[in-house]
């Protein structure tokens, strides 16, 4: 009998681990939220709890910079002359093959809610087109239908791996079901929850129950997509089409390149690469933009949150007068399936953990009744995918330029909020227009005059609006106008 039916034992394990607690309230329950309950018990890994609370809630790690730290080396974006010199076309032409054999997956981490930005439901769901207000999925469908006409052989298709949560799942495959899955094949697009967290009490180190029948639990952390596409049946199923490639991207950004065949070609052939998992980069825009950055540590390329990096450290200066941490991480990814494969080879795979203080409704076991805190009260605990770039043999970072490929949605007003989104998506439009003989006015503080989303269906990139194919453009655009191309 498997643990989440049987009542006694359920009791047992749970009193083994601290947590008995959680069953307060089991008796008087009906029986489906008697089940329910058990059932949100068992998706706990219990194992690991009493280790959890002892490192995390009796006391608060305190993370610090290694001692080697080092700024990371990149392939620049302006990479023409130089020490630094690459052959971009060459390692373009590489992916592209890959593409044209299919050895190359789209993956996209879309577990969140839209909350914070005051939109009830998936955030994939949130409008992100800069006038259409298409919804950020179909913002990352296009690229991938765009990018399958342009470079997929015959009979190739770009599957697409979607990574929900529990939260949302079911609200996404619906969502994907009414929209005729944005013209791609319902074949080719698989959806999979990742793991959950259950919150902490910050005094005591029990687990909160949202309710009566339901323990607090949060997904893992978009690091909870490594055991996710092992777990789901995702890695069997790109193993099954002959993909290699994963392309990471989180379903925040829209102007994201969601299938790169540049970034391919560097990940898989470059001779510094071990083609395991490599990353993109921004120019940081001063030292405290609160972003990643890439570093060398312990001989090994990583990422260094912004909260851990010494003030001394992100303020010193390169000898050409740049920031010396400058690469800062915008996760996009490639990853390759068998590094995927190879970290869930063994058994207890974990990336480690970041703790978080938050405010968490719960139920007061002495009344049953729900309580909205006011002050931080339970400790949150995720997983974060740049974590595994050390566990690499050979991690390479390429630049990119931000207003090409940077636009995310996180906050609802100011920085990345749709605001300067919509304009990042107006200004980047606008430097591929004006090339192509297209006017685009200007206000006086020198950005467009005007909305302008352009859709990869129309360009991939900036050269495609020029030549013998280029689609057909207008002369010029108006002020105040809203254009979609």
């Not at 996760?331 to 968490?360: C, D, M």
């Not at 859709?455 to 900036?462: C, D, G, Y």
Request: hydrophobic share 40%; proline share 8%; glycine share 8%.
């Amino acid at each position: 009998m498997a643990l989440a039916d049987d009542r006694s034992a359920l009791d047992a394990r749970l009193r083994a681990v601290g947590q008995s607690h959680l069953l307060t309230f089991h008796d008087r329950l009906p029986a489906d939220q008697q089940a329910a309950l058990r059932a949100g018990i068992a998706s706990i890994n219990l194992d690991e709890v009493p280790a959890l609370v002892d490192r995390y809630v009796k006391s608060e790690p305190k993370p610090e910079a290694p001692a080697d730290l080092a700024p990371a080396s990149f392939y620049p974006l302006h990479h023409e002359v130089g020490p630094k010199a690459w052959d971009r076309a060459g390692y373009r032409a590489k992916g592209e093959e890959l593409i044209r054999t299919g050895k190359v997956a789209a993956f996209t981490v879309a577990g969140g809610q839209g909350s914070r930005l005051g939109f009830e439901g998936p955030k994939g769901c949130y409008p992100g087109g800069a006038v259409t207000n298409k919804p950020l999925f179909a913002c990352l469908a296009e690229w991938i239908l765009a990018a399958q006409h342009r470079f997929a052989g015959p009979g190739v298709t770009i599957p697409w791996y979607i990574m929900t949560s529990p939260q949302n799942h079911a609200a996404t495959v619906e969502f994907f079901k009414n929209h005729a899955f944005f013209g791609l094949a319902e074949r080719d697009v698989m959806f999979f929850p990742q793991g959950v967290m259950p919150a902490l009490d910050l005094k005591t180190g029990q687990i909160l129950l949202n309710d009566q029948h339901e323990p607090s639990l949060a997904p893992d952390g978009h690091g909870g997509s490594l055991r996710a596409l092992h777990a789901s049946g995702a890695i069997a199923d790109m193993r099954r089409r002959g993909v290699e490639y994963i392309s990471y991207t989180q379903i925040d950004n829209p102007l994201v390149r969601v299938i790169d065949p540049t970034f391919l070609g560097l990940h898989a052939f470059a001779p510094d690469s071990s083609a395991e998992m490599s990353s993109k980069m921004v120019m940081k825009a001063g030292p405290d933009e609160k972003v990643g950055v890439f570093a060398k540590a312990n001989g090994r390329t990583a990422v260094i949150e912004y909260s851990d990096l010494p003030a001394e450290l992100s303020r010193r200066i390169a000898p050409d007068g740049s920031l010396l941490f400058c690469a800062g991480s915008i996760a996009i990814h490639i990853i390759s399936v068998s590094f995927v494969e190879r970290l869930n080879a063994g058994t207890g795979f974990s990336l480690p953990y970041h703790r978080a203080q938050k405010k968490i409704p719960f139920v007061d076991l002495a009344t049953g009744q729900r309580v909205e805190p006011t002050t931080p009260n339970a400790v949150k605990l995720e997983t974060f995918v740049f974590d595994a770039v050390p566990l690499c043999k050979s991690s390479i970072v390429l630049e990119t330029d931000r207003t090409e490929e940077f636009a995310p949605i996180k906050n609802a007003t100011g920085s990345d909020s749709p605001e300067s989104c919509r304009r990042l998506q107006t200004l980047r439009a606008a430097r591929w227009l004006e090339p192509a003989g297209v006017l685009v006015p200007y206000a006086a503080d020198g950005s467009p005059h005007c909305t302008i989303e352009l859709s990869p269906l129309t360009a991939l990139w900036a050269e495609d609006l020029r030549g013998p194919n280029k689609p057909t453009l207008p002369a010029a655009i108006g002020t105040d106008a809203a254009v979609v191309l």
